[in-house]
């Protein structure tokens, strides 16, 4: 961690500074420059404030060197994390795992279908929101508990294990019984209590990042369920929000190398959510692939013009076929199974 | 609502979806245009869903007219709501309140020297953080129930009312029986279980804009408060999120005049958060001030560099003093009180 | 275009706005709903000044259905433009075209020799820079005028077409007579009098996206060039300015299948400046082609760590090479060369 | 200058990069971390290239301690910078300096009465477009010169000076003939080549911040006019980008501080264009003031819904004086007239 004081900063104060990080157990080296000087602080900085330090009136600028991640941090653990999710693999160089399946869960026999056709289609594993997130009071919310036992049925049917979304540490049990892969979504990315919650038990997480959270803050959002315990942590990226308005968010594609680059985790792209537009999603998946993502996750309803949520973004069933074709393609270019 | 389809959308299409607006009780007006063909739909459009009309390929693009929300809409609530938290009057043509107090409580007597210091400049509230959302998971957390007990003891002591964040709907009966007005913090904005929570309590709700969530999607979550029975909300810009890096975050003071115009809630200003450096919080009061905002919650603290969160942006009390000063001379400026 | 009126605007606004629109050749369709009167406007909009209607007191709100530019505009130009750059075809299903060099042009020997390497690796342009747009008055500005004499060269001893930048209309005729393709860059991307300027020659343009501007806003700059006469505008993403720190800039892959949903023009990514991180490049490059792009412009430096400007986004030609290859095998299996 | 290396950074690597920078006549401290080697560098780091150094692939991280401007820098001149137009003060503990008119010059007669309307309000500039920047190639580009001379004829009329954007440096004669403080655009922020020339005269300019430049970037555009000769800059904020859309722009009032702490230069807000809405742009100058701006400049017009531009962001005539009232008001309660 680094350090900036004004040059004018008083002997005592910046004395007063040093016996301070001391006491903190970090070596301390002074730089002194032409307008300033510069503190480099060697040890354990992960639990310095540097909020704190900002506080004090002399201190100019303060710079962590060292990530704020440990147990997220690929330095520490240079292999990659292969999660097991009922038996399917995803990470490292496991086959690319691809998610499908309907935004809400409308029922028993519908769920049922899209499972079956996007097994038949390739995908391993199926999604579907039985608890939603609606900017609306007034918009569907969702089938809930309905909805969990339509998805375990389609599991039961089709063997494909089961993703969807936890909005509430109160219904954990449920999840914990039910779901394989318990998806973390955006708008709760930095609910913290949620996120130690999720650390507490051993299911697989899918942690999505928030519309506007910096990659840096997705990362430590992993670290806080891995702290908790739970080292079985997914990520997904979903777009960010930016000024653009042809696209609901903007993909960012660059985060499949850096994740890989600092961290041992893997890395899923939903080019559904990203969009928010079923035309961009073949294009936007096949660009994931050759990234190098371990997984997509994407939506398929038979009838995205009837769907109970986000239609726009969904894919006919036999556009999803057609995608995963080029998607193999794609990934064996790059020396991948899909 | 207004829908375009493409102009070369077949007839039987067109006929379909008229039917379907009709059996939802809308009247259908039809433009027809060079290159597209355009819908009008009258009615109560309010829950209609826009994403599943987009999903018909067909549809070119669908724009909402009449604002998704009802209960927060100044249309059909003409007159300023006016939020009575402990007999401290928000709101209106009301003087503007001002809280103050540290980011996080940090022990009995720390809490209670502050809350008399504020008292004393002339805050009408006091602010604490007993339960803490932080980035990082090795971060204090707060004091959390103890840190309660601290707020509770400093209203004793000086009768101002206390606001603090309550981030887990699990201690919703704490808060009740001893918070005077619940914050909703930024990254809790989305959190819908949380606000249908405290939709249901009577509590006034303090909620904080998300770091990036629009305005329509700030009074949305307002709206889900007030759908679920609890009309006492006071809404909270604390910056958004933008490329800018000289500060923390950029605070949007045009939502003062905007938040009048299209909805009747109070709006308050939380300069400390949105600059993340006490050396704009003056400058940033007095601005919302003189733009119109019906409250202040600003950041103070005896010695921000011992700080246990934020200490960067909190001032000390004699600084908070002199902004009073300065604050009160705005307002009579514009014509009001502090 | 959709005008929405409040609902208590008097009778002779409304009528007013309806003679006025009718001047102007428009056909109007008026939608009476519950809270407010639409207009439909039908005829040629794109002369109609949506902020002057804004204007109007009474108007709510304005909102076009047709897009604003039409040369450019696939719906008027269905087949693909085919750029021909000095015997170099781009777009359609032309084989993807890359551009590769240095940031600057440093030397006549220099430029020589990365032109020898990038051309064995593949790469059917040059590129360098001979006038530098920099953000800081201090840093190297280019060798200009003996920049571009050095490129000529270069072309001259491997024959690949150059392209550069044109920062100033009085450096037309020396681009004109010397450069293949020419460069608008990001930052003067509204700079609207270079724009009329390169619309008055025939040679081809590239045309970047600014760093904050909307697809419809480059859209318009390529109309601006069409529209003065000069129809060989091939557009190019760098990244846009987003929240994110780690990267320089955040890839916006998602342009390429809009840019060839809503024109009929050409798109190259530039996936150097967009990361500023040449350990990004490849997997950038990689999800460009997956999704569609028509061609690529890669920095390459034998020394990055002594380059002029922008060392650090640039490859060194093995890692060049490398990258070569693998974008042939995922070219491939799209169905398109390279 | 911090320069971060990699912990297995080998040593020769390291010797080499010491030598490069003593070579430079910079000392070199050295700080061994943990998981880090840290470099400083003290001396005359303006000229160092941040990004040529992260080209060295052992380099983790680059981080500038000083400023990157000089000229623009209050460390290095103190005093506030009081820029004279034609007579006018503005900058230091000036009275605050309002400049208004119309978004485009539309006549002789129109510009005259304006002109007159706002100087009895209180206006001590006349504000009007004559060469326009407009998005559409399709929409009105102003009356040009014809219009510069409507300008000076207001001027004589009223003798209050005139500010007018300059686009490309063709026409710079004109506007040191005619023009008393000329306008550098937001889109025209990093066009280098029209701010070398303005800083080759003489006459005031007002640089408005691009709608995506950081703080730190338009200060160096404000440092490419001063280190070409010309110390007369008026920085000027009209809104930055942001993903808010019930504005056109978001407003960044904290610049104000910021500004005043970072350099010497006065400081303008343009609530006009930063909103885009001419409803909130009382709230905005009040704000403005209150936070300490040198000066406002303001869109009038008689007819804003016959305005050839941007009438949406017009005040009317009596709405500017009951503004003007207000503006002084809120002046005095900060100590400054108007």
Chains 1, 2, 3, 4 share one sequence.
Not at 49 to 54: L, P, S, V, Y
Not at 61 to 67: E, F, K
Not at 132 to 143: E, I, L, N, V
Request: glycine share 8%.
């Amino acid at each position: 961690m680094i350090i900036t004081l004004k040059k004018n900063a008083p002997k005592h104060e910046v004395e007063k500074l040093i016996k301070q990080f001391e006491n903190q157990g970090l070596k301390v080296n002074l730089i002194t420059g032409e307008n300033y000087n510069v503190f480099g602080l060697v040890g354990d900085t992960a639990k310095v404030d540097e909020r704190r330090i900002q506080a004090n009136e002399w201190v100019e600028n303060v710079q962590r060197i060292a990530a704020p991640y440990k147990l997220a941090n690929r330095m520490f653990h240079p292999e990659d994390s292969i999660i097991d999710v009922r038996g399917i693999k995803i990470g490292g160089n496991e086959p690319i795992v691809v998610m499908a399946g309907p935004c809400s869960v409308e029922g028993k026999t519908m769920i049922e279908n899209i499972a079956q056709e996007v097994k038949e289609a390739g995908a391993k594993m199926l999604r579907g929101g039985a608890y939603k997130p609606r900017t609306s009071p007034y918009a569907f919310q969702g089938m809930q508990s309905e909805g969990i036992k339509c998805l375990v049925n389609a599991r039961n049917k089709t063997s494909l294990p089961i993703v969807t979304e936890l909005m509430s540490a109160d219904k954990i049990d449920e999840f914990v019984e039910n779901v394989d892969l318990i998806q973390i979504g955006a708008r709760n990315m930095q609910n913290f209590d949620l996120l130690k919650a999720v650390g507490k038990i051993n299911k697989p997480i899918l942690l999505k990042r928030g519309l506007s959270a910096t990659i840096e803050e997705w990362i430590m959002s992993a670290e806080y369920i891995m702290a908790s315990g739970n080292p079985n942590v997914i990520l997904c990226e979903r777009g960010i929000r930016t000024f653009e308005k042809y696209t609901r968010n903007t993909l960012d594609v660059s985060v499949i190398p850096i994740i890989k680059e600092k961290t041992h985790l893997p890395i899923v792209i939903d080019p559904s959510h990203a969009t928010g537009d079923w035309k961009l999603v073949e294009a936007m998946s096949l660009a994931a692939i050759a990234a190098g993502a371990d997984g997509l996750i994407i939506e398929v309803h038979d009838q995205p013009d009837c769907a109970w949520s986000d239609g726009a973004q969904s894919l006919k069933p036999e556009k999803f076929a057609r995608l995963m074709k080029k998607a193999k393609a794609v990934a064996n270019a790059i020396g991948r199974e899909i």
